[in-house]
């Protein structure tokens, strides 16, 4: 069935890496968004796409940065130029005119 | 710069009581609202509004849409505990495409005592 998916569900990292997190749709959607959660916090967004091959800046991008060579997956990569990276990821695509669906989001933790 | 304010922050009520929730948002291209419930992880969906004045209703929840003073309110009526949530509400601005910019505010956390 259709859904939006997001790996791992928990990953930890050591300072000074590199780390990828995954997300993947199979609804058809055009554009897909990753948005960073801190405790007790709304969701902040990190980068956005609309278009295959094509992405954009949200409020925060300095230390990420993402591709988008298919429709399917909009992978978002946390480099070591992020200062604080510990934080709850959160992946949504949307369809035109719809609502943003969610994945199940990844916890990233620098050890 | 593009800004979604929610308030309160935080919110304790006991089980059957009526809460409000609101969302301000000072945009430019507006397009629509939505609102979600936050549990544990993902989001999920309550409402989108597209326009002014038009009551969104789904069993104890309602929300309405103010586009002249910007700004929307989430109903809450005869709490139960399984309402306890963080509430997200969402603008959704027009872009280059059809998509455009999805920003949120910070959350309400509301807490339903029995």
């Known amino acids: 069935d259709g859904g939006i998916t997001q790996s791992p569900k928990y990953l930890f990292r050591k300072e000074g890496q590199n780390v990828t997190l995954s997300c993947e749709q199979n609804?058809?959607?055009?554009?897909m968004y990753w948005y960073r959660q801190d405790p007790g916090q709304g969701l902040r967004l990190i980068y956005y796409?609309?278009?295959?091959?094509?992405?954009q800046k949200g409020d925060i991008a300095e230390g990420y940065s993402v591709s988008r060579e298919k429709k399917e997956s909009f992978p978002l990569t946390v480099t070591s130029a992020q200062k604080n990276p510990t934080a709850f990821y959160l992946c949504?695509?949307?369809?035109?005119?719809?609502?943003?669906?969610f994945g199940q989001g990844t916890r990233l933790t620098v050890v | 710069e593009d800004k979604v304010v929610q308030s309160p922050l935080s919110l304790v009520v006991h089980e059957g009581d009526t809460v409000t929730l609101n969302c301000s948002y000072e945009?430019?291209?507006?397009?629509?609202l939505l609102w979600y419930k936050q549990e544990k992880k993902a989001p999920t969906f309550l409402f989108m509004l597209?326009?002014?004045?038009i009551e969104k209703k789904s069993g104890r929840l309602s929300s309405i849409l103010d586009k002249k003073e910007l700004f929307s309110i989430l109903n809450i009526t005869a709490t139960q505990t399984g309402d306890s949530a963080v509430y997200l509400c969402?603008?959704?601005?027009?872009?280059?495409?059809?998509?455009?910019?999805?920003?949120f505010g910070q959350g309400t956390i509301l807490t339903v005592h029995p």
């Open positions: 969402a603008v959704v601005l027009a872009g280059g495409t059809s998509y455009g910019k999805l920003t």
């Open positions: 945009v430019t291209n507006f397009r629509s």
């Open positions: 609804l058809n959607h055009d554009a």
């Open positions: 597209t326009s002014s004045g």
């Open positions: 796409s609309q278009i295959v091959n094509d992405f």
């Open positions: 949504a695509s949307r369809g035109l005119g719809t609502e943003a669906f």
